[in-house]
Nanobody, 125 residues
Framework: QVQLVESGGGLVQAGGSLRLSCVAS????????IGWFRQAPGKEREFVTA????????YYADSVKGRFTISRDNAKNTVFLQMNSLKPEDTAVYYC??????????????????WGQGTQVTVSP
């Protein structure tokens, strides 16, 4: 079992920045990684970004490339999501999710059996 706890959400003006954290505990699989997803009201949960625990591989949705950066601290089993140049359309509940392995479908919710409780990010115009 893996437990995930997100933090760092809040209210920010457009153009501002926020940094989210996701702390993993329990059995962390080095062959897997952490993904961030988000869900806006009335919309499907969508992939944002992902990172592997044991390789320098990161993946981003086109909508956040160049604005968001994912990073990790393996010693602390923590993944960070630095969000810059935020837009109102980034408003959503952000979830971190844990994968025990990757097959390449890092963007698919089905790869992630473990989910955090979510943290709200609100970007005002």
């Amino acid at each position: 079992q893996v437990q995930l706890v997100e933090s760092g959400g809040g209210l920010v003006q457009a153009g501002g920045s926020l940094r989210l954290s996701c702390v993993a505990s329990g059995r962390v699989f080095s062959s897997g990684g952490i993904g961030w997803f988000r869900q806006a009201p009335g919309k499907e949960r969508e992939f944002v970004t992902a990172i592997r625990w044991s390789a320098d591989s990161t993946y981003y949705a086109d909508s956040v490339k160049g604005r968001f950066t994912i990073s990790r601290d393996n010693a602390k089993n923590t993944v960070f999501l630095q969000m810059n140049s935020l837009k109102p359309e980034d408003t959503a509940v952000y979830y971190c999710a844990g994968a025990t392995y990757y097959t390449g479908h890092y963007y698919s919710r089905e790869m992630y059996p473990y989910w955090g409780q979510g943290t709200q990010v609100t970007v005002s115009p």
